[in-house]
């Protein structure tokens, strides 16, 4: 089969042919039919996250974001069957830990994420497997299409478990999203959808032309104001209620805290580049004094998905907007270095194998 494989860091992605999976008991293999292009494999390609233990190795075929249809099924599986279509979150839980039995399987202690390790082979392919099949793949609604579901499969859903569940966003509140890329864009469309007043910061004006389209009340162009924060605190009369990191460099994670009011909630959703390597300097008297909350987000507990799923029946949400282009598998490598620029508007989905 084909698939795109890391063969250097920071070279072009070689697509090329390699053996076709074979599931292992708990395993299942997925055709893939879609798979989003995230930041998240761009930071692989890169070779980030060595420092924490999470360095992606040369070989590895990247790519978590799917949506396909189950190919064959191992032994011991119980819930699937050949030509079930099924979503696979990026975060492959054990379901046996404690956090899985919890329901918070994104939070899982032997988590593999999917297309970032050696042990979980990702869907820049035309099939990949599955680990602890019962538990990990989700089977996929009929009103739901393979390529809204790669747009759904990282960072959209990573959008709403940050807003919804980890800031307990409610109706009214203000909401500024630092950085407009596929899950800040997520981030925008999501908040309108519940009520809030989305604010879009970012550098490139087609980024904030997109967030105005799904939603955002205000947009402030980086580039062009002396500071972001105090901008946010002109339009909210005080801070946001809520603010998101959605790029993961210094500059948006202090832009983020700073733009916030008194008891205001900060989330974390950008993972950090070489540069910071996991540490930023934050105005920590500040925050203590106005009682401002500091929260981590990592993708979205599987028991979320019925919510999400329900929202976009009820055309609340539509994950589908957010796409913004469909491409081949050839096309990968191309669209994949395209990010050092952050030239991608919305979320790049591969929907031809």
């Not at 900060?266 to 934050?282: C, F, R, S, Y």
């Not at 106005?290 to 979320?304: A, N």
Request: glycine letters at 12%; one cysteine or more; aromatic letters at 6%.
């Amino acid at each position: 089969m084909r698939a795109a494989v890391l063969e250097e860091h920071g070279e072009p992605l070689a697509v090329r042919d390699v053996d076709y999976p074979d599931p292992g008991p708990d395993q299942v293999v997925v055709e893939t039919e879609a798979c989003g292009i995230c930041r998240s494999d761009w930071h692989a390609w890169q070779g980030d996250w060595s420092w924490i233990g999470a360095g992606v190795p040369e070989g590895q075929i990247l790519g978590h974001e799917p949506a396909g249809v189950v190919s064959a099924v191992g032994e011991d599986v119980e819930t699937l069957e050949e030509g079930d279509r099924v979503a696979v979150p990026f975060h492959l839980g054990d379901g046996t830990c404690t956090h899985c039995r919890d329901g918070r399987a994104n939070n899982c202690e032997t988590v593999l994420p999917l297309g970032l390790s050696e042990y979980a082979p990702g869907a820049f392919a035309e099939a990949f497997p599955v680990r602890e099949a019962d538990f990990n793949c989700v089977k996929l609604p009929d009103e739901v299409d393979f390529a809204e579901m790669a747009g759904l499969g990282c960072r959209f859903m990573t959008a709403y478990h940050a807003l919804a569940d980890r800031a307990d966003l409610r109706p009214g509140d203000w909401v500024a999203v630092h950085g407009c890329g596929g899950v800040g864009l997520s981030a925008i469309h999501i908040a309108q959808a519940l009520g809030a007043h989305p604010i879009a910061i970012d550098v490139l004006d087609s980024k904030l032309e997109r967030a105005t389209e799904l939603g955002a009340v205000e947009t402030i162009n980086g580039a062009e104001v002396d500071s972001a924060p105090q901008a946010v605190k002109a339009i909210t009369d005080g801070g946001a209620d809520v603010s998101i990191d959605a790029l993961g460099i210094a500059e948006t994670c202090q832009n983020s805290v700073n733009s916030l009011g008194t008891r205001g909630s900060h989330v974390q959703v950008g993972l950090t580049t070489g540069e910071e390597q996991g540490q930023i300097d934050l105005p920590v008297d500040i925050m203590t004094m106005q009682e401002i909350d500091f929260h981590g987000s990592f993708g979205m507990p599987l028991v979320r998905y019925e919510e999400l799923f329900r929202l976009i029946a009820q055309g609340t949400l539509e994950p589908s907007k957010i796409i913004g282009q469909t491409l081949s598998l050839e096309e990968a490598p191309e669209t994949l270095a395209s990010m050092d620029d952050y030239e991608t508007v919305g979320i790049p989905v591969i929907t031809e194998f």
